[in-house]
C-alpha cells in the first residue's frame, strides 16, 4: 500500500476485502483498462470478475446473500476500482444506489425477489431520475405514472442511464398524481417504480425502449441511454415500497449514496494520477537530471498528494457519517465537491508533468484526462452541491438576533 490515502480504525475483514480488491485491480483492470477505453468496449472479463469476488453484493445484507458491508467499505472498494479505471466503479455504483433504495425502502416482497438475485449479480441495477429537459431540476420531472386498475401506465422520456443497456431492474422516477390533490409540492407526487427489463438495446420489453449507447468524450466502456416509456404497464406491486408519493425521497436518500461513491471515484482517479505523475517525474530527465529533481515539478507532487490526502478524507468522514445512521447530506456534498474539483486538478497537474506525451493515447493519463470531467457534473453539478452545502450551513448556523 502506499503513504496516502490510509484509512485508519478499519477491521480486518475490510483490510483483507482491500487488498483482494486492489490486488484485482493491479493485474485483471489496469493492464487492459485504456485499450478497452479506446475501443469503447463494455469490460465483460472485468464485471465476471467482479461478480466472484462477491462485490456486487459488497453492501447487500448478509440474510439475502450478501456481505452486508457498510458504506465505508464500499466507498474504499470504489476507490480502488476508479483507480484501476472510473468506468467499471460506475457499473457498480448504479447498482448499489438501487440495491441500497430496495434495503431501506423496499417491501419485504420486493427485497425477497430482488436482492439474492442482485447480490449475485445476476440482477444488475440502474436508476433514472434525470430527463432530457430539466438538467438539475428534479421537480420538473414530466414522465408520468398513471394507475389502471392493478396496474399503472408509464409514459415519458429519461435521460443519462448508466448501465441502461446491461441492466435488467431500473428504479425509474414518474410523477404520480394518484391521491395527490391539485397543488400538492411537486416533490411529494413522485414516485419511484421498479421497471424489470431485459439487457440490450431497442425496444427490450413492451412499452420500453432503449434507443441505444449515448458517444461521450470520455467514461467510455459503461454504457450510458437513453430511456423512453411509451404505455409501459408495471404491476402495482412494483410501486417501490407500496406507496406512491414517497418516490423524491427514495431518491435522495439513494443520491447521498452516490455522492458518497462520486467522491470516492474522485479520490481513486486522482490516486491514479499521481501515481502516474510521481512516477513519470522519476523517470524523465531535462537539463541532466529527472525532473522530479526540479523544484517546480516539486511543488506539483506536494499540491497533488495534499489534494489526495485531503479529499479522501472528507470521502471516509461522509461515509461513516451515514453508516452511523446520521444526516450525511452536507458531508456527502463536501466530499462529492471537493474530490471533484480536486481530482480534476491534479489529473491536469499530472497532465502537465508528462508535457507532450501526455497528449499522446498511448499515455494514460490522456483517458484520465477525459475521464475527470464527468465527476464535476455526475450525481449532481458544482453547483448544486455548494447550494446543497450552503443550505445546510444555514439550517445549522441560525442566527439567533
Known amino acids: 500500500m502506499t503513504r496516502l490515502a490510509q484509512t485508519a480504525g478499519l477491521n480486518d475483514i475490510q483490510r483483507e476485502i482491500l487488498a483482494t480488491v486492489r490486488d484485482f485491480v493491479d493485474k485483471e483492470i489496469i493492464p487492459v483498462a485504456t485499450q478497452l477505453e479506446h475501443r469503447d468496449e463494455y469490460p465483460t472479463h472485468i464485471v465476471e470478475g467482479l461478480k466472484e469476488l462477491g462485490l456486487f453484493g459488497l453492501m447487500i445484507p448478509e440474510e439475502y446473500g450478501g456481505l452486508g458491508e457498510s458504506l465505508l467499505t464500499y466507498?474504499?472498494?470504489?476507490?480502488?476500482?476508479?483507480?484501476?479505471?472510473?468506468?467499471?466503479?460506475?457499473?457498480?455504483?448504479?447498482?448499489?444506489?438501487?440495491?441500497?433504495?430496495?434495503?431501506?425502502?423496499?417491501?419485504?416482497?420486493?427485497?425477497?425477489?430482488?436482492?439474492?438475485?442482485?447480490?449475485?449479480?445476476?440482477?444488475?441495477?440502474?436508476?433514472?431520475?434525470?430527463?432530457?429537459?430539466?438538467?438539475?431540476?428534479?421537480?420538473?420531472?414530466?414522465?408520468?405514472?398513471?394507475?389502471?386498475?392493478?396496474?399503472?401506465?408509464?409514459?415519458?422520456?429519461?435521460?443519462?442511464?448508466?448501465?441502461?443497456?446491461?441492466?435488467?431492474?431500473?428504479?425509474?422516477?414518474?410523477?404520480?398524481?394518484?391521491?395527490?390533490?391539485?397543488?400538492?409540492?411537486?416533490?411529494?407526487?413522485?414516485?419511484?417504480?421498479?421497471?424489470?427489463?431485459?439487457?440490450?438495446?431497442?425496444?427490450?420489453?413492451?412499452?420500453?425502449?432503449?434507443?441505444?449507447?449515448?458517444?461521450?468524450?470520455?467514461?467510455?466502456?459503461?454504457?450510458?441511454?437513453?430511456?423512453?416509456?411509451?404505455?409501459?404497464?408495471?404491476?402495482?406491486?412494483?410501486?417501490?415500497?407500496?406507496?406512491?408519493?414517497?418516490?423524491?425521497?427514495?431518491?435522495?436518500?439513494?443520491?447521498?449514496?452516490?455522492?458518497?461513491?462520486?467522491?470516492?471515484?474522485?479520490?481513486?482517479?486522482?490516486?491514479?494520477?499521481?501515481?502516474?505523475?510521481?512516477?513519470?517525474a522519476q523517470q524523465r530527465h531535462t537539463f541532466g537530471k529527472p525532473i522530479a529533481q526540479h523544484q517546480a515539478i516539486q511543488f506539483k507532487l506536494a499540491e497533488m498528494a495534499t489534494k489526495v490526502e485531503a479529499a479522501h478524507a472528507m470521502m471516509v468522514n461522509a461515509a461513516r457519517k451515514k453508516d452511523s445512521g446520521e444526516r450525511n447530506d452536507l458531508e456527502a456534498g463536501m466530499a462529492k465537491y471537493l474530490a471533484s474539483e480536486y481530482c480534476k486538478e491534479v489529473v491536469e497537474d499530472a497532465f502537465r508533468i508528462h508535457g507532450g506525451y501526455g497528449f499522446s493515447k498511448e499515455y494514460e493519463i490522456e483517458r484520465l484526462y477525459r475521464e475527470a470531467p464527468m465527476l464535476l457534473i455526475g450525481e449532481g453539478t458544482a453547483e448544486i452541491q455548494k447550494m446543497i452545502i450552503g443550505r445546510r450551513l444555514l439550517e445549522e448556523y441560525r442566527f439567533q438576533g
Request: charged residues 20%; negative net charge; hydrophobic residues 35%.
Open 75 to 280: 466507498a474504499l472498494c470504489v476507490e480502488e476500482i476508479a483507480r484501476g479505471w472510473m468506468s467499471v466503479s460506475g457499473i457498480i455504483n448504479t447498482h448499489f444506489i438501487v440495491a441500497y433504495m430496495l434495503k431501506q425502502h423496499g417491501t419485504q416482497e420486493q427485497k425477497d425477489t430482488f436482492l439474492p438475485r442482485m447480490a449475485l449479480g445476476e440482477v444488475r441495477g440502474a436508476f433514472s431520475m434525470s430527463e432530457p429537459a430539466l438538467g438539475s431540476d428534479v421537480s420538473a420531472i414530466s414522465s408520468k405514472g398513471v394507475r389502471d386498475g392493478e396496474e399503472y401506465v408509464l409514459n415519458g422520456q429519461k435521460m443519462w442511464l448508466t448501465n441502461g443497456g446491461t441492466s435488467n431492474l431500473v428504479a425509474v422516477l414518474c410523477r404520480s398524481d394518484e391521491g395527490h390533490p391539485e397543488g400538492t409540492a411537486p416533490h411529494k407526487s413522485m414516485t419511484t417504480f421498479l421497471v424489470e427489463k431485459e439487457p440490450g438495446f431497442g425496444e427490450v420489453r413492451p412499452g420500453l425502449t432503449i434507443p441505444g449507447k449515448i458517444d461521450k468524450m470520455g467514461y467510455k466502456g459503461v454504457d450510458t441511454t437513453e430511456l423512453i416509456m411509451d404505455d409501459l404497464r408495471i404491476p402495482a406491486n412494483r410501486v417501490l415500497g407500496g406507496t406512491t408519493g414517497r418516490g423524491f425521497y427514495q431518491m435522495m436518500d439513494g443520491v447521498e449514496v452516490g455522492r458518497v461513491n462520486v467522491a470516492a471515484r474522485g479520490c481513486g482517479v486522482a490516486q491514479r494520477a499521481f501515481e502516474l505523475g510521481v512516477s513519470y
